[in-house]
């Protein structure tokens, strides 16, 4: 069995100050990781993935994410907060074989101006 | 190039109704997958296909619930005797192959039973 949890449904930040999202997960086999962006009304895109290569990993839009395996998280940051920023955001977490993405219910990340 | 579409955007039905939810993967990918997101239950998977053939159904809610997938292409999810709890949007995202690949997703289905 797999699970993720996103803590804070919402995020708050000025626009400059860092961006911190929060994913952990659990996993019975070595995991793949995912990040998605959603605005409003649209579908999911992909931020960025860890697929076991680097465990820094780095996105699009400035994102980057930090596996680390003794944590079980995959939390992530962006150094100065955009105001086109504000979205939804979801960690994913797929095990590799025929399945789909499990994924966290989300943070709703808000820009104050 | 082109991204995975959905139609229609937007759908809305009487309780009771049957419903057809259309998907075109992105050109070449052979994996789609169908997840609905709702307020209660967040981004839920449902089923996925490998080329035309779904091996596993058990992410479906209930028996009203069936997908198909011709041509290794188009899928169609079809909900018949709609519920209210059956409102939600529904996300059909493709990859190019099972197997901790990155999805693209769709748009989505709004659907809304009254």
């Known amino acids: 069995a797999q699970s993720v949890t996103q803590l804070g449904s919402h995020v708050s930040v000025s626009e400059g100050a860092l961006v911190l999202l929060r994913c952990n997960y659990s996993s019975s086999v070595p995991p793949y990781l995912f990040w998605y962006v959603q605005y409003p009304n649209q579908g999911l895109q992909l931020l960025l993935k860890y697929t076991s290569a680097a465990t820094l990993v780095k996105g699009i839009n400035g994102f980057e994410a930090e596996f680390k395996k003794s944590e079980t998280s995959f939390h992530l940051t962006k150094p100065s907060a955009h105001m086109s920023d504000a979205a939804e955001y979801f960690c994913g977490l797929t095990g590799g074989g025929a399945d789909g993405l499990t994924f966290g219910k989300g943070t709703h990340l808000i820009i104050q101006p | ?114």
Do not use: M
């Not at chain 2, 579409?5 to 075109?24: H, I």
């Not at chain 2, 993967?25 to 080329?51: K, V």
């Not at chain 2, 290794?72 to 709609?82: A, D, K, P, Y």
């Open chain 2, 1 to 114: 190039g082109a991204g995975v579409s959905q139609s229609p955007s937007n759908k809305v039905t009487e309780k009771g109704k049957d419903v057809e939810l259309r998907c075109d993967p992105i050109s070449g990918h052979t994996a789609l997958y169908w997840y609905r997101q709702s307020l209660g239950q967040g981004l839920e998977f449902l089923i996925y296909f490998q080329g035309n053939s779904a091996p596993d159904k058990s992410g479906l809610p209930s028996d009203r619930f069936s997908a198909e997938r011709t041509g290794g292409s188009v899928s169609t999810l079809t909900i018949q005797r709609t519920q209210q709890e059956d409102s939600a949007v529904y996300l059909c995202a493709s990859s190019l192959a099972l197997g901790g690949l990155e999805q693209y997703f769709g748009p989505g289905t709004r659907l809304t039973v009254t």
